[in-house]
T-cell receptor, first 113, second 117 residues
Framework: EDKVVQSPLSLVVHEGDTVTLNCSYE??????LLWYKQEKKAPTFLFML????IEKKSGRLSSILDKKELFSILNITATQTGDSAVYLC?????????????FGGGTRLMVKP | GAVVSQHPSWVICKSGTSVKIECRSL??????MFWYRQFPKQSLMLMAT?????????EQGVEKDKFLINHASLTLSTLTVTSAHPEDSSFYIC?????????????FGPGTRLTVT
């Protein structure tokens, strides 16, 4: 069964700190890895990663995938209180049932002023 | 701790039949659970908020008679897709909020893939 594990479960930092969120996975026939940010209504899409070693960047957020070691990290530099959210990782894979998407449980990030 | 499970992880059903998806908080109680659906281009949409012991609150545009939600206990919410059609094929994800906490204390299930043939 496909599995996605995020760590840490929760994280409390102060504004200006840099954080690294981890996502490891065990899936068959990997296709892509997705990062989301959940604040209020529904998770908003951040990044999709398909190739190893290529960093995706958006402002203070960046993410990279390691397909050999089966993990991805999401970095947030110079954190702000508005970064407080649940960050979700999901892995898309292909199995006998077709295209599957498996979510990790999320990392809860709290940024204090 | 704080694990949320979903069952089944994937299901294939025929058009016109109903499918039930379960969302369980395994080691905490959750008065409030949420159901989401994935749309193309990776976006996720909140379908409804499930409240233990009371009726679910549906988002605008979500048919409550089609997507039946039951939150019978503090650890279980179910989503039943009634009279499923191929356009209902999607990923359905649930999350559970720890009792008395805000959005921060929310944990997600792994998701269920529904395919309607």
């Amino acid at each position: 069964e496909d599995k996605v594990v995020q760590s840490p479960l929760s994280l409390v930092v102060h504004e200006g700190d840099t954080v690294t969120l981890n996502c490891s996975y065990e899936v068959t026939n990997f296709r892509s890895l997705l990062w989301y940010k959940q604040e209020k209504k529904a998770p908003t899409f951040l990044f999709m990663l398909t190739s190893s070693g290529i960093e995706k960047k958006s402002g203070r957020l960046s993410s990279i995938l390691d397909k050999k070691e089966l993990f991805s990290i999401l970095n947030i530099t110079a954190t702000q209180t508005g970064d407080s959210a649940v960050y979700l990782c999901a892995v898309e894979a292909n199995n006998n049932a077709g295209n599957m998407l498996t979510f990790g449980g999320g990392t809860r990030l709290m940024v204090k002023p | 701790g704080a694990v949320v499970s979903q069952h089944p992880s994937w299901v294939i059903c025929k058009s016109g039949t109903s499918v039930k998806i379960e969302c369980r908080s395994l080691d905490f109680q959750a008065t409030t659970m949420f159901w989401y659906r994935q749309f193309p281009k990776q976006s996720l949409m909140l379908m409804a908020t499930s409240n233990e012991g009371s009726k679910a609150t549906y988002e605008q545009g979500v048919e409550k008679d089609k997507f039946l939600i039951n939150h019978a206990s503090l650890t279980l919410s179910t989503l039943t897709v009634t009279s499923a059609h191929p356009e209902d094929s999607s990923f359905y994800i649930c999350s559970a909020r720890v009792n008395g906490r805000g959005f921060y204390e929310q944990y997600f299930g792994p998701g269920t893939r529904l395919t309607v043939t």
